[in-house]
């Protein structure tokens, strides 16, 4: 148990939709990362939130957005969805310093 | 550009035996290095970390050895137990930012 939970665990949209994938942090993790894992491949980093604003992203088109709010939640948005996108989405909450604690994750499905 | 690869994707362990996963590294600048555990439709739960300025961090049946001039970390499992049977990710970070991943390795513990 790691205190992280998301929702959905399960979603199909379709190709050109948008979607919203949300994430509840631990209380008192100020900072929270939202990950892509597709088939077969590690996760990799879509972008972090640290007290509301944005920290840093990876290598993700600006259709990947993201919030964070002050009661410890936060939201992945994707927009215009391709079939690439399919993949589990991960959300990961830490302290400012110390491991990430990851979420069951988002099985995003587009068809 | 993949700079954390774990270049076993499989290993087959007998029940009570060690259990060695190794995973490179590119990146001279990462500084933090971790390993997590991932069963089916659940997110990577957090085993072990070991900091650049370490070589050696031990927890219970878990090792993990780092050795910076050759950019290679290990993890050892000793005993290895049928619970043990996993995906492994190596994970590694500069200064506690975002995790870089390697694609795993699946674990499989025989009785």
């Known amino acids: 148990e790691t205190g992280v939970t998301q929702s959905p665990t399960h979603l199909i949209k379709t190709r050109g939709q948008q979607v919203t994938l949300r994430c509840s942090s631990q209380?008192?993790?100020?900072?929270v990362s939202w990950y892509q894992q597709a088939l077969g491949q590690g996760p990799q980093f879509i972008f972090q939130?640290?007290?509301?604003?944005?920290?840093g992203r990876g290598n993700f088109p600006p259709r990947f957005s993201g919030l964070q709010f002050p009661n410890y939640s936060s939201e992945l948005n994707v927009n215009a969805l391709e079939l690439d996108d399919s993949a589990l989405y991960l959300c990961?909450?830490?302290?400012?310093?110390?491991?990430?604690?990851f979420g069951q994750g988002t099985r995003l499905t587009v068809v | 550009d993949q700079q954390v690869k774990q270049n076993s994707p499989s290993l087959s362990v007998q029940e009570g035996r060690i259990s060695i996963l190794n995973c490179d590294y590119t990146?001279?600048?990462?500084?933090?290095f971790l390993w997590y555990k991932k069963y089916p439709a659940e997110g990577p739960t957090f085993l072990i970390s070991?900091?650049?300025?370490?070589d050696k961090n031990e927890d219970g049946r878990f090792t993990v050895f780092l050795n910076k001039s050759a950019k290679h970390l290990s993890l050892h499992i000793v005993p290895s137990q049928p619970g043990d049977s996993a995906v492994y990710f190596c994970a590694a970070s500069v200064r506690d930012y975002k995790l870089s991943f390697g694609a795993g390795t699946t674990v499989t513990v025989r009785a």
């Open positions: 990961a909450s830490s302290p400012w310093e110390g491991e990430a604690f």
């Open positions: 070991i900091s650049s300025i370490k």
């Open positions: 939130y640290y007290r509301e604003e944005e920290n």
């Open positions: 990146n001279s600048m990462f500084d933090y």
């Open positions: 209380s008192g993790h100020n900072t």
